[in-house]
């Protein structure tokens, strides 16, 4: 019961609207980011996700930074990582927690301003026991 | 706090190179419940920072929704021979810090 409540104020909004309001006058649009991560995961405690972004990575043009979002757990955000021209690259990968299957988004933020995303559904089998269920 | 770091054995000058770290860490979500039935109270790291020689190359700002024993992989470019540092701090203010030495051809 308590959990329900709780999901429902969570998913009501779609991931990209909620985000392009709260960060950027801009909708993150599809493309030159590419999030990979299993589509069936047996536990939801560690899911293995590599995201990767294309980008030149020089002083002019760069990914400034990354945000993963999730559809379902408690706290949405699940992380950001900043980068600059030093990484070369823009590629991270990393081991998430999913409270249940759902859909994650990657979103990246541009040093030109432009937001770029892509997000991948995961089957969760066993959920992380971050909502208390 | 324990942290493992890899670094690559042979970078040379300009290339592109990947580090890894892990750090021991339970990122307790605060919703889990000890064994007397109570909450475990939320305990996260929520930042890490690496410093090559000094100058920040990368940042990460965690939440529970990261594993525990939190691992990221990153790429940097290698730009001298020296040392990574890396920092974090966790939500009881603990910090953590680790080097690792890094040498480049």
């Known amino acids: ?12 909004l779609p991931v990209a609207g909620r985000v392009g309001k709260a960060f950027a006058q801009t909708e993150p649009k599809r493309g030159r980011v590419k999030l990979e991560l299993p589509v069936l995961a047996d536990n939801g405690n560690s899911v293995p996700m590599k995201v990767r972004v294309e980008s030149p990575m020089s002083e002019a043009d760069h990914v400034k930074s990354i945000r993963l979002l999730s559809e379902r757990n408690p706290e949405r955000e699940m992380a950001v990582f900043h980068l600059g021209p030093r990484a070369g690259a823009a590629e991270i990968s990393t081991r998430v927690r999913l409270a249940g299957s759902q859909v994650v988004t990657a979103i990246a933020e541009m040093s030109d ?9 995961v089957q969760v089998t066993l959920s992380a026991c971050v909502d208390g269920s | 706090m324990v942290a493992r770091i890899r670094v690559p054995q042979d970078a040379k000058r ?15 979500t605060g919703y889990r419940l000890d ?30 929704g990261i594993a525990a024993n ?29 080097k690792q030495a890094i040498a480049v051809a």
């Open chain 2, 35 to 64: 064994a007397d039935g109570k909450k475990v109270p939320k305990n996260v790291i929520r930042s890490l920072v690496c410093r090559y020689n000094g100058v920040e190359v990368f940042r990460a700002q965690l939440s529970p």
């Open chain 2, 14 to 28: 300009g290339d592109v190179i990947r580090i890894a770290v892990l750090v021991q860490h339970p990122m307790e």
């Open chain 2, 70 to 98: 939190p691992f990221l992989e990153f790429p940097t470019i290698a730009a001298e021979s020296g040392e990574l540092e890396f920092t974090w701090v966790d939500d009881a203010g603990v910090r953590g810090s680790a």
């Open chain 1, 1 to 12: 019961m308590k959990r329900r409540g709780f999901l429902s104020g969570v998913v009501v």
């Open chain 1, 113 to 121: 301003g432009s937001q770029w995303m892509d997000s991948a559904h």
